[in-house]
């Protein structure tokens, strides 16, 4: 015996992708939830979840394809490049600045470098040339203003006697 007025059992979802469709849809319904740009975002997050192929497609576009020859060369132009990056940020004493020649002579010296420019544009050494540039510029900048400083420091102030 069916009782007739009772509501149907409410639908379990079937996937995590319905039960958090479902979630959200009933999140943004209820009246808790009243920032809009946190209404926004999930429902970007839930197109994002249903535009996986697309996205994939997207992220393609940014990959690189090498062979399996090449594979040590990459690693070794990824190391060198990854340990340039590091001394970018930081101040450059001898140590850091043999580490730096050595690392621009590891990618100078990697076969990748020459042979995949498109990969180059990938990794964006272009910008981190242009950034280990800026970096010797400035240093040369302050080295050659601090010996300025002290060449001032030592010359006789006039009206002093030594």
Same mark, same amino acid.
């Given at each position: ?10 639908? !379990?979802? #079937?996937? %995590? ?8 849809? $009933?999140?943004?319904? +209820? ?5 809009s740009e946190l ?37 070794? !132009?990824? #190391?060198? %490049? ?8 930081? $101040?450059?004493?001898? +140590? ?31 910008e981190t040339v ?12 302050s080295q050659a203003? %601090? ?16």
């Open positions: 015996m069916a009782a007739s007025g009772l509501a149907p059992p409410p639908v !379990l979802p #079937a996937t %995590l992708k319905e039960l958090i469709s479902h979630t959200m849809t $009933r999140w943004a319904q +209820e009246d808790q939830i009243q920032d209404v926004q975002m999930m429902f970007n997050l839930l197109r994002r979840q249903y535009d996986s192929i697309g996205e994939l497609l997207r992220a393609l576009r940014k990959t690189y394809t090498i062979s399996q020859a090449s594979v040590g060369d990459t690693i070794d !132009l990824l #190391a060198a %490049l990854g340990q340039i990056r590091c001394l970018l940020s930081v $101040r450059m004493g001898e +140590e850091e600045e043999l580490l730096m020649i050595h690392g621009l002579g590891d990618i100078m010296n990697n076969k990748v470098f020459y042979q995949h420019p498109n990969l180059m544009r990938v990794l964006g050494m272009h242009m950034e280990v540039m800026v970096n010797v510029l400035g240093a040369e900048k203003s %601090l010996q300025g400083e002290r060449s001032q420091s030592l010359t006789p102030k006039q009206g002093h006697m030594w």
